[in-house]
């Protein structure tokens, strides 16, 4: 919960919506034969988490949607609910048996497999809630943070006055 505490301080929900979801595991086996029933797929531990997802959202003032889906992998059922969404974020907190490299890497691949490829950004928020790492997913312009903008400047600050490259050409093309 410790993650969506975080998303709920950072999110203005006026403009952006927050989806908390989770995924009901369900076995292929008995997938397709038949509808799920209410009982199946909303089970006390959903209860349970829903319960302390609103009680957190209340405290922040905040409004979330809840979302139950089933799937019998996790990462594939987030990624693919992710996309028929339209969501632009996905936000994790750290997986207790999986390094964040090993959890972006199962997330990533799930949604390189999936077609068409989503563009989303994957977050996972550390436990200690300062640090997130990041990971894209599918197509994506280049993640640039303000550091990044500082170094860019100071290059351009440092180039600049040199004038153009002597081996600067411009192409045009048309069809």
């Known amino acids: 919960m ?4 975080r998303i709920l301080d950072k999110t203005d929900t006026r403009k952006i919506d927050i989806v908390v979801l989770t995924v009901h595991r369900v076995t ?4 397709g034969e038949h509808g799920l029933d209410s009982s199946q797929l909303f089970s006390e531990g959903e209860t349970t988490v829903f319960s302390q997802v609103v009680t957190l959202a209340e405290k922040a003032g905040k409004h979330v949607e809840l979302m139950v889906v089933p799937g ?3 990462y594939q059922a987030v990624v ?10 996905i936000v994790m907190g750290l997986s207790p048996q ?4 090993e959890q972006g ?3 990533v691949t799930t949604g390189s497999n999936s077609e068409p490829r989503p563009s989303l950004s994957l977050e996972i ?13 599918g197509p994506h312009p280049p993640r640039l943070w303000p550091e990044d903008l500082d170094l860019l400047h100071r290059l351009w600050l440092e180039l600049a006055p040199r004038g153009p490259a002597p081996s600067c050409t411009t ?3 048309s069809a």
């Open 2 to 5: 410790q993650h969506l505490g």
């Open 28 to 31: 292929q086996a008995a997938s």
């Open 72 to 74: 019998s992998d996790p």
């Open 80 to 89: 693919q609910t992710a996309a028929r969404l339209e969501s632009s974020r």
């Open 98 to 101: 999986l390094t964040p490299s």
């Open 105 to 107: 890497a199962r997330v």
């Open 125 to 137: 928020i550390l436990e200690n809630q300062k640090d997130t790492v990041f990971f894209n997913l």
């Open 171 to 173: 192409a045009t093309l």
